[in-house]
């Protein structure tokens, strides 16, 4: 299946619990589509005007398609990119607490250099020790001509549902 048609399918999927946005661009790299997902969780006081206790939850999701001698960034530039954009990732709400982003990308055979790096690849940024929130990176490689799933340690949950679309 090529890389377009899979992306569809997955972001027609997705879009049943996230905003999708086709072809988006974040600090000069083109992604095929992106997905937000944004939950709020509050407690109340006699009514909804009271507010005593709330935090959000944010998931964002970048699909690119790596086409011929496209490569992925190495581990360095990759933390760097997500550093450099760490604002974008975290939100700017004063309750925001999770953030999750999933980089997915979809291609050939990866070498195993490159499936070593995502294997290994973490990225954790905890924002004034958990109490103003967190951000957790997940990479999801899916190789169209093996029809194989690499992943890093925190996107090892999400295998069951992309197996489903090679």
Known sequence: MEGKKLGEKISLKLSQSFDIKKI???????????????????????????????????????????????????????????????????????????SVVT????????????????KNFTYHKSFLFGLKGWLNTKIIYMDLENKKIITNSFGKKDIVFFKTFL
């Open 24 to 98: 988006f661009e974040l600090d000069g790299v083109k992604y095929d589509f992106t997905g937000l997902f944004l939950e709020e969780t509050s407690k109340y006081i006699l009514n909804k005007e009271l507010v005593y206790e709330s935090f959000s939850t944010k998931e964002l999701i970048f699909y690119k398609t790596l086409y011929n001698k496209e490569k992925l960034k190495e581990k360095n530039e990759l933390k760097e990119y997500i550093t450099k954009n760490i604002e974008y990732f975290k939100g700017d709400k004063k309750n925001q607490m999770s």
């Open 103 to 118: 980089f997915i990308f979809c291609g050939d055979t990866l070498t195993y250099k490159d499936e070593k790096l995502i």
